[in-house]
């Protein structure tokens, strides 16, 4: 159990375009889910916390009206880049604990945007 | 500022030699530590956690917290080649998971 999945799995896309990310938790609820950011060589960078019916709390640094999450459900959240830039060339992964293991993490697969 | 702070390595170790990784932390609240392992590429992978009373060993794998010098650290016995991967430590603080860099580990056949 706790399977989460991401799609799509890979994506590349035009300068000034909008891409959404899916994450899914499989076969359990989430209570929280998690979205990181891994550049090449470096560590998972959390961007921001969302929980299903309430806005989401991004870490400092990140731009919230740039990078657009909703929660909808319990088993669904989405990440918007809007207006992507190169720069936003990532590995983007999400994770989600559930409640009755809430100290733990289960991490998605991961997206990686490519912007050219 | 919650901070988790590896060796970036590269670490290299002889097949069948004991690997072992260190991560500090800043906290001194952290209440739960976690070990992924992350292939290139690819999402991380748990491998274990810890909580904050005791050591825990699984197969190959122990981890073992220190929590009066604020460091825990992993322990993989039998190296395999299959074991090459970024090792990376977390620290859990209420609802927040702070990364490490990750430390880079070879296993040479």
């Known amino acids: 159990g706790a399977v989460v999945s991401q799609h799509p799995s890979w994506v590349i896309c035009k300068s000034g375009t909008s891409v959404k990310i899916e994450c899914r938790s499989l076969?359990?609820?989430?209570?929280?889910m998690f979205w990181y950011r891994q550049f090449p060589k470096q560590s998972l960078m959390l961007m921001a916390t969302?929980?299903?019916?309430?806005?989401?709390?991004?870490e400092q640094g990140v731009e919230k009206d740039k990078f657009l999450i909703n929660h909808a459900s319990l088993t669904l959240s989405t990440l918007t880049v809007t207006s992507a830039h190169p720069e936003d060339s990532s590995f983007y992964i999400c994770?989600?604990?559930?409640?009755?293991?809430?100290?733990?993490?289960?991490f998605g697969p991961g997206t990686r945007l490519t912007v050219l | 500022q919650k901070e988790v702070e590896q060796n970036s390595g590269p670490l290299s170790v002889p097949e069948g030699a004991i690997a072992s990784l260190n991560c500090t932390y800043s906290d001194r609240g952290s209440q739960s530590f976690f070990w992924y392992r992350q292939y290139s590429g690819k999402s991380p992978e748990l491998i274990m956690f810890?909580?904050?009373?005791g050591d825990k060993e699984d197969g190959r794998f122990t981890a073992q917290l220190n929590k009066a010098s604020q460091y825990v650290s992993l322990l993989i016995r039998d190296s395999q080649p299959s074991d090459s991967a970024t090792y990376l430590c977390?620290?859990?603080?209420?609802?927040?998971?702070?990364f490490g860099t990750g430390t880079s580990l070879t296993v040479i056949p």
């Open positions: 076969d359990f609820q989430a209570t929280t």
């Open positions: 810890i909580y904050s009373n």
């Open positions: 977390a620290v859990n603080y209420g609802n927040q998971f702070y």
């Open positions: 969302s929980n299903e019916g309430s806005k989401a709390t991004y």
């Open positions: 994770s989600a604990n559930r409640q009755r293991t809430p100290n733990e993490q289960f």
